[in-house]
């Protein structure tokens, strides 16, 4: 490896922790979900890191199957979020409280 | 010089992820999004991890941006982008115990006993032909699981996203 591992994984921890901001402090749905693609980016640099340390390869593979999840997840939360605009007119999550959470 | 490569484009990759959260208006947040992505497939490549660079670059940058900028044209924002503020008040708590969180796990990584030894076997791990062949025998049931599971989402966004007709 180019770096040490170390440094990757903290790269790794301050894009998750950007990401938990982004999820924690704004009020637009679309931002939210950008904030979680950026956690799940940050997972996937992580186990891009530890493939690379440990020479093996099943890192790599559980990258594909994360991408494969964020492309499951964005497109149904990206219907919600179109169907809950088309019903209330808004994406400020301080306006859609039906379930009153 | 690699190294230093390495860590220039971490730090891009930070700025572009801070601008995701802090910029005002989505189509903004979407662009730095995508910049944040190439500087992530290009810490792959560093990594000699070139199929998830490529893939990185396929499927995050071509496919979910796109699908995210079609929404963010579909729903007009231009009010939204008057209405939120960044700064959000009585949120200290939160912020707080991200920034423990992740400070406890960057001292954990740092401050431990034994080093971690560096593993210099060159192999081809990066290699699609390493990837395709665990993907097709180790992994191949996740695989399958994973294709049903894509099946499961398109019927769900159909159902979700038509109009109702009554």
């Given at each position: 490896m180019?770096?040490?591992?170390?440094h990757?994984?903290?790269?790794s921890?301050i894009?998750?922790?950007i990401?938990i901001?982004?999820?924690?402090?704004r009020k637009?749905?679309i931002?939210i979900?950008m904030?979680i693609?950026l956690?799940?980016?940050?997972?996937?640099?992580?186990l891009?890191?530890f493939s690379?340390?440990?020479?093996?390869?099943?890192?790599?593979v559980?990258v594909?199957?994360?991408?494969?999840l964020?492309?499951?997840?964005?497109?149904v939360?990206?219907a919600?979020i179109?169907?809950?605009?088309?019903?209330?007119?808004?994406?400020?999550i301080?306006e859609?409280?039906?379930?009153?959470? | 010089?690699?190294?230093a490569?390495?860590y220039?484009i971490?730090?891009l990759?930070?700025?572009?992820a801070?601008?995701v959260?802090?910029?005002?208006?989505?189509?903004?947040?979407?662009?730095?999004l995508v910049?944040?992505?190439?500087?992530?497939?290009a810490?792959y490549?560093?990594?000699e991890?070139?199929?998830v660079?490529v893939?990185?670059i396929?499927?995050y940058?071509?496919a979910?941006?796109v699908?995210f900028?079609f929404?963010i044209m579909l729903i007009n924002?231009?009010?939204e982008i008057a209405?939120?503020?960044?700064i959000v008040?009585?949120k200290?708590?939160?912020?707080?115990?991200?920034?423990l969180?992740?400070?406890?796990?960057?001292l954990l990584?740092?401050?431990?006993n034994e080093?971690?030894?560096?593993?210099?076997?060159?192999?081809?791990?990066?290699?699609?032909t390493?990837?395709?062949?665990?993907?097709?025998?180790?992994?191949?049931?996740?695989?399958?699981?994973?294709s049903?599971?894509?099946?499961?989402?398109l019927i769900g966004?159909v159902?979700?996203?038509?109009?109702?007709?009554?």
């Open positions: 180019i770096v040490p591992l170390e990757v994984i903290i790269l921890i894009i998750f922790s990401g901001m982004g999820v924690v402090f637009n749905v931002i979900f904030s693609e956690m799940l980016n940050a997972v996937n640099l992580s891009v890191g690379r340390y440990y020479n093996s390869v099943d890192g790599q559980f594909f199957l994360v991408m494969t964020a492309a499951a997840e964005v497109a939360g990206l919600i179109v169907s809950l605009f088309r019903n209330k007119q808004t994406i400020n301080d859609i409280n039906i379930l009153r959470g | 010089m690699t190294a490569l390495f220039f971490a730090c990759t930070i700025i572009s801070l601008f959260v802090l910029n005002r208006n989505p189509v903004y947040s979407a662009v730095m910049f944040c992505f190439f500087s992530l497939a810490l490549v560093l990594l991890a070139y199929f660079a893939l990185e396929i499927v940058a071509g979910i941006m699908l900028l929404v924002v231009g009010k209405a939120t503020s960044i008040k009585a200290v708590l939160p912020f707080v115990l991200v920034v969180f992740s400070l406890n796990i960057i990584i740092l401050w431990r080093g971690l030894h560096q593993s210099n076997t060159i192999s081809s791990v990066g290699s699609i390493a990837i395709g062949q665990a993907l097709f025998t180790k992994y191949l049931l996740p695989f399958e699981i994973a049903l599971l894509l099946l499961v989402a966004t159902y979700l996203a038509k109009k109702r007709v009554s």
